[in-house]
Nanobody, 116 residues
Framework: QVQLVESGGGLVQFGGSLRLSCEAS????????MGWYRQAPGKQRELVAI???????NYADSVKGRFTISRDNAKNTVYLQMNSLKPEDTAVYYC??????????WGQGTRVTVSS
């Protein structure tokens, strides 16, 4: 069974840092593109960052220079390092996987709250 399990969320002060993790099981991780999305209260889910199976990355303009996505294929895990956090980063963060045929899976989410 495909599972994506996020961890690492929590409460952090303005300007602080968090590292989110997403451990995948039930997929051939190395051939999947992985991504992080977030959904703030009252807003639609939006793309934060992606990393392809080849290691290429892309970021939303709002997080460029502050967030870094990476992956460890040996651990079937994708990470999101979040620095210089702002209150507007407050959201539930979701892990996403996509296979070569664009079939997607989603984790349950981990909540990030940034205090002002």
């Amino acid at each position: 069974q495909v599972q994506l399990v996020e961890s690492g969320g929590g409460l952090v002060q303005f300007g602080g840092s968090l590292r989110l993790s997403c451990e995948a099981s039930g997929i051939i991780f190395s051939i999947y593109d992985m991504g992080w999305y977030r959904q703030a209260p009252g807003k639609q889910r939006e793309l934060v960052a992606i990393i392809t199976r080849g290691g290429s990355t892309n970021y939303a303009d709002s997080v460029k220079g502050r967030f870094t996505i990476s992956r460890d294929n040996a651990k079937n895990t994708v990470y999101l390092q979040m620095n210089s956090l702002k209150p507007e980063d407050t959201a539930v963060y979701y892990c996403n996987s996509r296979d070569p045929w664009t079939t997607e899976n989603w984790g349950q989410g981990t909540r990030v709250t940034v205090s002002s």
